[in-house]
């Protein structure tokens, strides 16, 4: 089974990233051990997310004492995503609505 880690960035956004995380629980699960990491750059708007709002996926929460951008903030995500034997990483920006089939099919095809 591959381990698979989306990484999300959240600044200020929290509609959007719990509209992406809905959707990242209506993922085809089919031979995937999905985990999310959720890494909020130090937002002012109160995240207010528990670790175990998905169903389908672990989800970590990342709360960074300052706003390390884009790179740096995702840079956080990579680095616990690879100390937890990630086999695959998709990163992602907190407004991303995702297929259901997205991440099953990202698969296929890379390991082709």
Do not use: P, W
């Not at 880690?5 to 995380?21: D, M, W």
């Not at 999310?36 to 750059?41: C, K, T």
């Not at 790179?71 to 990163?91: E, F, M, Q, R, T």
């Amino acid at each position: 089974m591959k381990k698979v880690f989306i990484s999300i960035i959240n600044f200020n956004g929290r509609k959007n990233t719990l509209e992406c995380l809905k959707s990242i629980d209506n993922l085809n699960m089919t031979g995937i051990d999905l985990n999310v990491v959720l890494i909020d750059n130090a937002s002012k708007e109160k995240l207010d997310i528990e670790e175990r709002i998905l169903k389908n996926a672990f989800l970590k929460i990342i709360l960074n004492e300052k706003n390390l951008g884009f790179s740096g903030g995702h840079n956080v995500g990579i680095n616990y995503a690879l100390s937890n034997n990630a086999d695959y990483i998709v990163i992602l920006n907190n407004d991303t609505i995702l297929d259901k089939n997205l991440v099953y099919e990202l698969l296929n095809v890379l390991d082709k």
